[in-house]
């Protein structure tokens, strides 16, 4: 257990916080002592803490108060490392985070990793809310030690950089930086940049002495930490989307009587509405704030958009190889090139 973690279950055991159920041995009551925790590792003000926020007030709504959830964000209990294997241990009942830390833990979620696969916001979300695609994903999350409860997102992530970009071209030799996914820099490195893996707080002092020339983010992380003040563009790649998932530990899940369930599960399908459209309305309220600053939003054409299509796809090829073909095949289903 990390350091932040013992600091903080040393001050309420576990069979107090969990005092409705049981992860370990802990025996049942009929009351809830102690809110569940539920943690994140994103700020206050982005749409991950909603969803979180949300979830935790319908959850007491639905259950008349009986049940409680105080949501911990900002990394307050762990980065997103510590969360994920927290959770499985049974530490912490509930995390919401990206998808792409968990790539590492459960190697079948590298299909969200598939690039410029979707057009749009609303046809990924047709195809994460589709039954069949749905139960492979979520069966993806039991083998792991969890529960998935819902999905919501950021949208898309885009390019900020200092070079419009109009063509393939346009991207060779460009310094991006990325995330530490082998995926994601396959991905960069067939466009013909040159990805670069960096701790997102170095970023915006990388961009302003041109260490790095340009870096990749959901609307929301770019206008919030204001990395667009050091760009002349945002480029509307749109080339992975930015997914948010909210996940319980499976025992605990499982332990919880019929009626509770159904409790989670109705309080998480609102929340991810909730979510979702907050997500679309920020969208455009970011846009708007970047625009207004200078900066000009650059949409890729279709055109362009395939050729990005065609120069991944080795990257297609490496995850089609490492992942389950069921979770590949339901979410690729007609959308291939």
Same mark, same amino acid.
């Given at each position: ?62 259950? %008349? ?5 105080? *949501?911990?964000?900002?990394? !307050?209990? +762990? &980065?997103?490392?510590? /969360? ?45 809310? %589709? ?5 492979? *994903?979520?069966?993806?999350? !039991?083998? +792991? &030690?969890?529960?998935? /409860? ?52 170095? *970023? ?134």
């Amino acid at each position: 257990m990390n350091k932040r973690l013992f600091n903080f279950f040393s001050k309420v055991t576990m069979c107090a916080i969990v005092s409705l159920t049981t992860l370990s041995g802990c025996q049942k009551s009929e009351s809830q002592t102690f809110a569940w925790p539920l943690a994140t590792a994103s700020p206050e003000n982005t749409v991950t803490q909603i969803y979180a926020e949300e979830f935790a007030k319908e959850v007491e709504q639905l259950s %008349d108060g009986r049940m409680k959830i105080e *949501v911990f964000p900002n990394s !307050t209990l +762990g &980065g997103d490392r510590d /969360l994920l294997e927290s959770c499985a241990d049974g530490d912490i009942p509930f995390v919401v985070q990206n998808t792409a830390p968990q790539v590492a833990f459960m190697q079948d979620l590298a299909v969200f990793d598939l690039p410029c696969l979707f057009e749009s916001i609303d046809e990924l979300r047709m195809r994460i809310d %589709d039954p069949n695609f749905s139960s492979i *994903v979520s069966d993806t999350y !039991t083998n +792991g &030690g969890y529960h998935l /409860l819902g999905i919501a997102d950021q949208g898309f992530r885009v390019m900020s950089t200092n070079k419009k970009v109009s063509t393939l071209n346009d991207f060779k030799g460009q310094k991006i930086r990325t995330m530490e996914n082998p995926y994601h820099l396959a991905f960069w490195k067939g466009l013909g940049a040159a990805p670069t893996p960096m701790s997102f707080s170095e *970023v915006y002092i990388g961009l302003q002495q041109n260490s790095i020339d340009a870096q990749e983010n959901p609307y929301e992380v770019i206008v919030s930490n204001r990395l667009y003040e050091q760009q002349d563009y945002v480029v509307e790649t749109n080339h992975l989307p930015h997914l948010i998932t909210l996940i319980v530990n499976d025992d605990f899940y499982q332990n919880l009587s019929l009626e509770d369930r159904k409790i989670m599960d109705e309080a998480a399908k609102k929340a991810t509405l909730v979510a979702r459209q907050k997500s679309d309305e920020r969208i455009s309220e970011k846009i708007a704030e970047i625009e207004k600053s200078g900066t000009e939003i650059v949409k890729v054409s279709p055109e362009l958009n395939a050729e990005i299509q065609e120069a991944s796809s080795g990257v297609y090829s490496s995850i089609q190889n490492a992942i389950d073909p069921k979770i590949y095949q339901a979410y690729t289903q007609g959308n291939l090139k």
